[in-house]
């Protein structure tokens, strides 16, 4: 017998493989990279199935991950801490259990990286173009950041004694540890970023001039209290919560009583009366005009400070302050759902009133600049982040969009591409945006049950006099649980499904990185079990040619 | 806090990943896998019968070191493999006659085991015709003799190569080219068919066990269990048919899993005539979910419908959801003898 053909075969045969049925085809299947809810979701614009992918493999693929993920976006532990991840409200797999708990995965990345000491990449060769940041707020950093990695020489005027902006002067301790926002601002300025604090910008034109910029990037926030007349005496203390926090943070605790009122439905109220609990107010009372479902502030926020003793009068306004008492008048919502007087009054007493009605933009700094628009004390940018006054770009809280950090960091990533392209005089191109992986193109079947993991709180006494951090991160099998939990959304991640149900043996695992899988058109029938299998959606089915 | 590990996103559902180890990976994920069946084979699009036989085979393949003959009856899975002189097959493999694959693989064990070949295993193969209908005598002599060969039914529920005929293993309801709805009949009758495997486990053989190209490692597995027994076993593998059933090509996988998710294909596993595990449902369905995907069954749905018949077919599902012990609640399965499950028998498994 000779020794190539297969034992015990008695006559010659021909191999089906002369048979090319790859002819009966109609429709023929492809790989497709669709775009994850979550992605599209994130503001700071990041690849969150790719970093998830990379962080599922435990190891070593943490670091790979932080790479990915700090391509997009340098503050990690930071937004791991404060972002009120849309992403997660986005995520499929809450269609399925619960949505995949993508922030506590970023910030386990972003405390990884602090504790293993990662460095970010080293920036491309200098340009020598030279570029004012106005604002160390994360817009600004972003921007900076971006702009030093293309080689650019970056300078950053900011005019309070630290950077962080906001996430400093405004999100109080106990929600992001300083040395965690100190460690992730370090990194940047690494990058031979130039921070000069202390350094208030007045005259935009003049900065400008004197420093000889090739462009300019404002961030400048949104630092001005809202404030509203409230008729009667002066014998309670009035003071607003922007105020509170920033002297909070300089070391300069502000002078409160033991029952303190703070005005405002959002998250800067929920943090001024936190803070005050935390300063030795007994019960701090946040009153709203609307209803509690009609407040701004995120849900778990609401929650924690409810833990935290924080009581509520939703539908109630202050209408005057007289000695020590308030005037509260009651609201009814009309048909409309706004808030209507009603007359009916009560009086409360207070000692202290937080007002935590919004900010405006400190916009003096523009004054000789021609073009600029300004719509309802924000800054006018068109879609390549420019103002009406070439070679100023702006972002973060001080445009027209919803204010959290993760829009002024996507702002900042954004407008460093516009930049790049002003300054090499090559106009920034829109991202190319992939069709979005709806739930529907999910085989929900393959995946297995997982709940999800919940993050630890501080013990609630600890909560009530100290600014500790309340919130707890992942241990490491929890992070690495809930990586695994990604469906990764119309994306390949190497089930090898396709090659396993494929009837004619017509997907090929040619092994290589990034494309684990083919097709070979010689023989697929175009069946279309592949893609109706592929448990993430990457596969789709396009018309033949003929 | 402690959540065990390792955990990967989709488990064992998917037949590999990178995250697996090598041994929690499908034989069907192996680069190296036999492709017992190689591609230019004329199956039609989807064909759930040519991807069942390559995952049975390549399976007994691995388990058998490669030493394994194949005798096949005639059938669909015979005609598209081997119209002269082409051929898929990539192992030792013989047809003979529509009726009688098990005792030709009875005489090829018995000729190696004459040449003192005991290392090389016998697998006999065909479909539901030719196993459950013409070829039934030769199976039952094949277990009653205590015949060293794994005998694998790929069930379609009908005679497909010759055009859609009834078989013993049609579902009642079923449209065929010899049930055709017409007058008062709604398809195939009730109360008639057989099944085949709780047949095999009254042999009292070593190994009987039931499969569906929904779930390969699951198929996989039975198959390697199998090979692990000596004597007559049996496998019955539900392989929808895109053709005979009138479903989306692309839909044969889906449509073998909600067989088993409503209940009315019953998956287990039974070691001498005892019930020993079954697969759970996992997302019950209601069987007009597995119905409506299907042309065969459009008759059902067509004007006013007809909900006397859904309804007796789940009554079926129902009952196999019981008998079984298909839902997670059920006891475990351990102690079916196969006397209960035939004393509840009206007809076997739809
Ligand atoms: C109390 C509070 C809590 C918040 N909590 C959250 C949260 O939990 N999650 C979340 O996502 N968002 C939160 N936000 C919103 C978030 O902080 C802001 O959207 C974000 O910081 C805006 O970033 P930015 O870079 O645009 O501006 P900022 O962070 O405000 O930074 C602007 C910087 O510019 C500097 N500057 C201003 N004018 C000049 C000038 N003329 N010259 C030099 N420097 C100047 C300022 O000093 C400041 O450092 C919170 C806001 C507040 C007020
Ligand atoms: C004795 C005999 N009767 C009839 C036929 C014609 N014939 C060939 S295949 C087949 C049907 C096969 O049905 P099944 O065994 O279920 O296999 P399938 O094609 O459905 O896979 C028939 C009736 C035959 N070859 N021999
Ligand atoms: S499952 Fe993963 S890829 Fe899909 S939306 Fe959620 S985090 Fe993103
Ligand atoms: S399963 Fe195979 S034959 Fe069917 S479309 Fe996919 S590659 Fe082609
Ligand atoms: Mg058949």
């Known amino acids: ?546 | 806090m402690s959540t065990p590990l390792p955990f990967y996103q989709t488990g064992t559902f998917a037949v590999g990943g990178r995250l697996l180890d090598e041994d929690d990976r499908a034989v069907q994920s192996d680069p190296e896998r036999s492709n017992a069946i190689t591609k230019g084979h004329r199956a039609c699009q989807g064909c759930g019968e040519a991807l069942g036989a390559r995952v049975v085979l390549d399976a007994a393949l691995r388990a058998a070191d490669g030493r394994l003959v194949a005798a096949n009856a005639t059938g669909c899975l015979e005609v598209f493999s081997t119209p002269y002189p082409e051929s898929s097959w990539r192992l030792p493999w013989i047809h003979s006659l529509f009726a009688n694959a098990p005792a030709v693989a009875t005489g090829v064990a018995a000729a190696l085991r004459a040449k003192g070949r005991t290392d090389i295993r016998v697998v006999g193969q065909g479909g539901d015709g030719g196993t459950v209908d013409i070829g039934f005598a030769c199976l039952s002599g094949m277990f009653e003799r205590g015949d060293d060969v794994l005998y694998v039914c790929y069930d379609n529920q009908g005679y497909m190569n010759t055009g859609v005929q009834r078989s013993g293993a049609t579902p009642p309801a079923a449209r065929t080219a010899t049930t055709e709805p017409l007058g008062g009949h709604s398809g195939n009758s009730f109360g008639q068919g057989k099944s085949a495997p709780l047949i095999a486990m009254a042999h009292e053989i070593p190994y009987v066990a039931t499969a569906t190209v929904a779930d390969l490692r699951d198929l996989e597995q039975k198959v390697t269990r199998a090979m692990s027994f000596h004597g007559p076993r049996y496998i019955h593998v539900l392989v929808p048919c895109p053709l005979g059933w009138g479903s989306a090509t692309g839909e044969t996988i889906l449509i073998a899993r909600l067989a088993k998710e409503s209940g009315l294909f019953p998956v287990f596993e039974a070691v001498e005539g005892r019930i020993t595990s079954v697969a759970r449902i996992r997302h019950k369905v209601a069987v007009e979910e597995y119905l409506r995907r299907q042309k065969r069954f459009a008759h059902l749905f067509a004007g006013d419908g007809r909900p006397d018949v859904l309804a007796r077919l789940q009554t079926l599902a129902n009952r196999n959801i019981e008998r079984y012990g298909l839902l997670d609640d059920a006891d475990e399965p351990t102690d079916i003898g196969l006397l209960d499950a035939l004393a509840t028998s009206e007809r076997g498994p739809v």
């Not at chain 1, 990662?118 to 971006?146: D, F, I, M």
């Open chain 1, 1 to 546: 017998m000779s020794d190539t053909r297969p034992f015990a075969i008695t006559l010659d045969v021909g191999s089906s493989l002369a048979n090319r049925t790859g002819d009966w085809r109609t429709e023929r299947p492809q790989y497709v990279r669709r775009l994850p809810p979550c992605n599209h979701g994130c503001p700071a614009g990041e690849d969150i199935q790719a970093w998830l992918y990379e962080a599922e493999s435990g190891g070593g693929g943490y670091e790979r991950a932080w790479r990915k993920l700090v391509a997009d976006n340098p503050l990690p532990a930071v937004m791991g801490r404060v972002c009120f991840h849309p992403c997660e409200t986005a995520c499929n797999r809450a269609q399925l259990d619960e949505a995949v708990g993508i922030n506590s995965v970023e910030r386990f990345l972003g405390d990884e990286a602090i504790s293993a000491g990662w460095e970010l990449p080293e920036p491309h060769a200098v340009t020598g173009k030279r570029v004012l940041v106005v604002g160390s707020g994360p817009s600004g950093l972003s921007v900076a950041y971006q702009l030093a990695l293309r080689g650019h020489h970056v300078t950053i005027r900011e005019q309070a004694p630290k950077p962080g902006g906001m996430m400093r002067y405004g999100i109080p301790a106990y929600r992001l540890p300083r040395d965690v926002l100190d460690a992730e601002i370090e990194r940047i300025l690494a990058l031979g970023v130039q921070l000069e604090c202390g350094e208030r910008v007045g005259d935009l034109r003049a900065a400008m001039r004197e420093g000889a910029y090739d462009a300019t990037f404002l961030a400048v926030g949104a630092h001005v209290a809202k404030h509203t007349e409230i008729p009667g005496g002066t014998a309670s203390h009035v003071l607003d919560a922007i105020a509170m926090l920033h002297g909070l943070e300089e070391g300069e605790p502000p002078q409160i009583g033991r029952t303190v009122v703070v005005y405002g439905g959002g998250d800067t109220a929920l943090d001024a009366a936190r803070s005050a609990k935390r300063l030795g107010a007994s019960a701090p009372l946040i009153i709203y005009r609307r209803t509690r479902e009609q407040m701004p502030a995120h849900a778990t926020e609401l929650a924690e400070a409810e833990q935290e003793g924080i009581t509520f009068r939703w539908l109630s306004t202050i209408a005057g302050v007289d000695g020590g008492e308030l005037k509260i008048e009651r609201m009814e919502l009309d048909e409309n759902g706004f808030p209507q007087p009603t007359g009916e009054y009560e009086r409360l007493s207070a000692d202290t009133v937080v007002l935590a009605l919004g900010q405006d933009a400190d916009l003096e700094l523009l004054g000789g600049l021609d073009g600029i628009e300004i719509v309802d004390h924000t800054v006018a940018v068109d879609e390549q982040m420019m103002t009406g006054y070439p070679g100023v770009f702006a972002g973060g809280d001080m445009v027209p969009a919803e204010r959290m950090v993760a829009v002024a960091i996507g702002h900042g990533r954004r407008a460093a591409r516009c930049i790049d392209g002003w300054l090499r005089d090559v106009p920034a191109r829109p991202e190319p945006q992939a069709e979005l992986a709806a739930f529907e193109e999910i085989n929900p079947w393959y995946y297995s049950d997982a709940p999800r993991t919940v993050r630890p709180l501080l013990e609630e006494i600890r909560r009530q006099s100290t600014f500790e951090e309340v919130v707890k991160g992942l241990d490491e099998a929890s992070a690495l649980y809930e990586a695994r939990r990604c469906l990764s959304c119309g994306n390949c991640f190497s089930c090898d499904n396709c090659f396993g149900v494929c009837p004619d043996n017509a997907v090929l695992k040619p092994g290589g990185a990034g494309a684990p899988y083919a097709f070979d058109l010689d023989y697929c029938k175009g069946c279309g079990i592949c893609v109706t299998e592929c448990p993430c959606g990457a596969i789709e089915m396009i018309p033949e040619e003929t």
